[in-house]
């Protein structure tokens, strides 16, 4: 078994896809439109799906917003350096809703940026391995 993708339900898809693709550098791996039933499926990730665990960003075409609850955490990606990302992210219009730095309580580089609907994304810079 393993994990095949993460769904979130999206406002405005094509702000959404401009975030995952534009701000996080994920690739836009296929989306589908649903007449029938209203709604589009879009899958975004680094990798082909048969190789990783994605995101699905459903857009039901007649809501434009949700109540994110608080039962939902965040999203994880690793990254080479936080600092980095953050800047990067800033620079491509994205939201930086933590700076990173160390975690409260111990020593992995961390930092929070949120996407357009207010779903967090943890970005989590990979540790040094010593060989």
């Not at 896809?17 to 534009?22: A, G, T």
């Not at 809501?63 to 690793?78: F, Q, V």
Request: include cysteine; proline fraction near 3%; glycine fraction near 10%.
């Amino acid at each position: 078994m393993r994990i095949l993708h993460t769904m979130l339900r999206v406002g405005d898809l094509e702000k959404s896809l401009d975030f995952y693709i534009n701000v996080l550098g994920m690739h836009l791996l296929r989306r589908n439109d649903y007449p029938e039933g209203k709604f589009t499926l879009a899958f975004v990730g680094y990798q082909p799906e048969d190789e990783g665990a994605v995101i699905e960003l459903t857009h039901n075409w007649d809501t434009s917003s949700y109540d994110l609850g608080n039962g939902y955490g965040h999203i994880a990606l690793e990254v080479e350096d936080a600092y980095e990302a953050c800047e990067q992210i800033k620079a491509r219009g994205g939201n930086v809703t933590r700076e990173a730095g160390p975690m409260k309580h111990g020593q992995t580089v961390i930092a929070f940026v949120e996407d357009p609907d207010g779903y967090k994304i943890e970005l989590i810079q990979r540790k040094s391995r010593v060989d």
